[in-house]
């Protein structure tokens, strides 16, 4: 089954500065997507970014970026130039198939979460 | 916009009542979904269906139940409410088809039982 691990449960950053947010996965799958998910205090997540596995280009949106290692299972997200906005908790996610559904379904697996803090 | 709604934020009941939380999206999207958030557990996936009238199993079914009659509503079912429920529910749907499709969350539903 798959796994994904996120070992940072706190991180904190100074407002306008960089922060790297860990994550790891296992699976045996060659072609797979992996996302983060961001959840403020409001409740909703919301996708911050999304890899497909097959392409080697990280992904990036805005002043958010992917470091993908596939080889070493690792999945980790860069937020530059941080904003007081950027506090929330951070889920990194997994897409996994369902194999026992019909049209080939997926569901996320999630990590524990990573929650950042933003300090002015 | 994409819009899935849980039309209950916070609700409290009692030990073995019967709770139904309800969900419902309006992108027309065949894949819903009922997760579970704890502090230091993330989210793990109660159950799920891929169209109406379908459900299947997802990694902690035990003690909840489901029921999808109509595509846009997917209900999760507390037959006999315990402590050990206590938390926060998260409905989710997703366009079925295309692999890596964004999967939608509401704004969770807060359950605590006494």
């Known amino acids: 089954a798959q796994t994904v691990t996120q070992s940072q449960p706190e991180m904190s950053v100074q407002e306008a500065e960089t922060v790297t947010l860990s994550c790891t996965y296992d699976?045996?799958?060659?072609?797979?997507?992996l996302f983060w998910y961001k959840q403020p205090p409001s409740r909703q997540m919301i996708l911050v970014i999304r890899?497909?596995?097959?392409?080697?280009q990280n992904a990036t949106e805005n002043r958010f970026s992917v470091n993908f290692q596939k080889a070493a299972k690792s999945f980790s997200l860069k937020i530059s130039d941080s904003q007081l906005g950027d506090a929330a908790m951070y889920f990194c996610?997994?897409?996994?198939?369902?194999?026992?559904?019909?049209?080939?379904?997926?569901?996320?697996?999630f990590g524990k979460g990573t929650k950042l803090t933003v300090n002015p | 916009d994409v819009k899935v709604t849980q039309s209950s934020r916070y609700l409290v009941k009692r030990t073995g009542e019967k709770v139904f939380l309800e969900c419902v999206q309006d992108m027309d999207h065949e894949n819903m979904f009922w997760y579970r958030q704890d502090p230091g557990l993330g989210l793990r996936l109660i159950y799920f269906?891929?169209?109406?009238?379908?459900?299947e199993k997802g990694d902690i079914p035990e003690g909840y139940s489901v029921s999808r009659e109509k595509k846009e509503r997917f209900s999760l079912i507390l037959e006999s409410a315990s402590t050990n429920q206590t938390s926060m529910y998260l409905c989710?749907?997703?366009?079925?088809?295309?692999?890596?499709?964004?999967?939608?969350f509401g704004e969770g539903s807060w359950l605590t039982v006494v």
């Open positions: 699976t045996s799958e060659s072609d797979y997507y």
């Open positions: 989710a749907s997703r366009l079925q088809g295309a692999t890596g499709n964004t999967i939608y």
């Open positions: 269906s891929y169209d109406v009238k379908m459900k």
């Open positions: 996610a997994y897409r996994a198939l369902l194999a026992s559904a019909q049209g080939g379904s997926e569901k996320l697996v």
């Open positions: 890899q497909e596995a097959y392409k080697q």
